[in-house]
């Protein structure tokens, strides 16, 4: 079995200060990875670099995904491979309605298949499908991608998109800050029924709570730029229980 | 200056000519208006709103002046943008009324057609408006304008006519380098709504120098409606000013797309003269390579309980630049006036310029009144958002261009219209809007 993603040795430098300090991580099909860790150790920095946003240097090592080195992908290519990023803080588009944003997105992945535009009524039918999966109310469809939605709105619309999109690999940032319990279980629900033995997750998350529903089969501890911990569910309990500077002290 | 010593020349040399066969009333303004422009020349970067606007590159260069009828008959076209709409349409071509009926009266009793027609035909109903509201402009290509205008529109709508739309295609089709001025006159009386599709075009890759000029009447509960796209070729200038007076509950709506041209000036001065006015001005304005579009607004409340409203964004690339002067000024007794001004830009080159100048004047003291002015780059988070969706660069950036076009787009009310501008905004964007040998809008609603 090849691995989906397979990160060697990464080095990241935002400006002059160095990020991620020689990271190395690999992921299966059908693995859900958890990322752990305090604030500032380079999670977000992690998502953002495989997802290939400008302004990151990499400066040492090599990102594989599906056995293509993506480093010098654009983000909308690595996107077409497969990628998908959850972001911590959705970006709100005025003026693009959620329908034709999603539409064109479709489209753009279609045509990277060779395939033709997708015809309106399947469109919709998919699309009512998918929010019924994720449990999104419907009159989010007619309003701009995330203008005005509530924080929880917000975080189940990415869950959404994934679920329109159809990732091998889905990276979820922070996807259950400022969520409330209602909000947090049902997001799970939607990335629960979407997994399968073909696409892979890594959940980065401050918090034990949320993999309480969705259950990880790795769990990894980032700190100061690198992975420090790995091991299975039982992890994050540790580490909820004996707290970061325990941890990483007696690593 | 070449131009203006042409101008002056040309004037003097010919004045007997020029102005023979017109009634006493218009031939004493047109002489007013040329020792007005006399004395004071062609605008320069020292007149306080000429200051972003150099006119060096027409000012230089000699201009064939357009008086004679140049038209070929043959390259009119019935509509400008939406062949599907029932509406009169008219053609103004090289400063003349072009068709077959040059001044016809309709059942209904709307008089419309030539200008020089109407002047001569009724010269008692054209003497109690004609520049009436021009001849104070400040702008000496209004004098230019009154100077040497020929022809240009009537329209006369009588009382309680409420559904007539006109198309207007205004062409710039001259086989020589051409001085090229429009006079337009439109009295809308009492209860009345009319609804203006106008299209500013060029067909050739001349220079021309274009004053388009309109005096327009709104008396009481008169409504105006009037969309204007503006796609002329990369080498000519074209100075559209329209005045307007707008008279007790009486209703005016603009809404300029300015698409293409070396240099678009649009100058809107409304005075409110009447209580319970709505005014609503809208434009949207692209440029790009070395094009500028000026927009230029006065907006005066003289009665109580009225409204105005400017609403201006544009988009510039390369090097192109825009001019925005908004001004509202609110009289002592314009109270309870609400008054909003906006105007939003953004650049996407570090070359383009915008200078956005907005005016308060108040002098009432019961009033609301706004006005603002944001000039921004593309939002970086979102692009970045829409491309990790797959979508390219280059369509992430027009998704958003195009959603920051829609705020203007959407005030239409003329539904028709709608889709054939949006579909003009997206071509323009795309890049596929250009010149092309016959008729710029007519290859962009293919």
Known sequence: ?251 | MKLQENILSYITQNQSKLWQGLPDFVTTEKQKAFQKFQQKGLPTLKDEKWRKTNLKEFVNRYYHPAFNEIINQNNLIDNCLVPDLETYNINLVNGFFAGKNTLEVLNNGIIIGSFNKAIKSYPELVKSYFNRLVQNSDNPLNDLNTALFTDGLFVFVPKGITSFKLQITHKLDAKVDALINVRNLIILEEHTQMDIIQCDDSNMHRSHFATFVSEVFLKEKARLNWYKYQNINNVSSLFSNNFYQVEKEAELYTNSFEMNGKLLRNEQFADITGKDVKVDLYGLYLADKKQQTDNVIFISHSSEGSYSNQKFKGILDDSAKGFFNGQILVKKDAQQTNAYQKNDNILLTDKARISSQPFLEIYADDVSCSHGSTTGQIDEEALFYIRQRGISKRDAQLLQLYAFTGEIIETIKLHALIEPTKDLVKKRLNGELDICEDCILQCAVK
């Open chain 1, 1 to 251: 079995m090849n691995p989906i993603l397979e990160i060697k040795n990464l080095h990241t430098k935002i400006g002059d200060k160095e990020i991620i300090k020689g990271l190395n991580l690999t992921v299966n099909p059908g693995e859900v990875h958890a990322i752990m860790g305090p604030n500032g150790t380079g999670k977000s920095t992690l998502a953002n670099v495989i997802a290939g946003k400008d302004g990151y240097e990499v400066t040492e090592g090599e990102i594989w995904f599906n056995g293509k080195n993506i480093l010098e992908l654009d983000p909308e290519e690595r996107a077409l491979e497969g990628i998908f990023l959850g972001f911590q803080y959705p970006v709100e588009i005025p003026g693009v309605s959620m329908t034709n944003f999603m539409k064109a997105a479709i489209d753009a992945q279609r045509k990277y298949k060779g395939l033709d535009p997708i015809k309106p009524g399947e469109f919709l039918k998919m699309y009512r499908e998918k929010q019924e999966l994720v449990n999104m109310p419907d009159k989010i469809k007619n309003r701009s991608v995330n203008e005005g939605f509530s924080g929880g709105e917000k975080k189940r619309n990415e869950i959404f998109q994934m679920a329109m999109l159809n990732p091998k690999l889905a990276i979820l940032d922070e996807t259950d800050s400022g969520l409330d319990i209602d909000a947090l279980r049902s997001v799970a629900e939607g990335v629960n029924k979407l997994r399968s033995n073909d696409n892979a997750f890594i959940v980065i998350t401050h918090y034990q709570r949320l993999l309480d529903y969705i259950v990880p089969d790795i769990v990894h501890i980032m700190y100061d730029g690198k992975i420090v911990k790995t091991g299975d569910k039982e992890l994050a309990k540790e580490l909820e229980a004996k707290g970061y500077d325990e941890l990483v002290a007696s690593n």
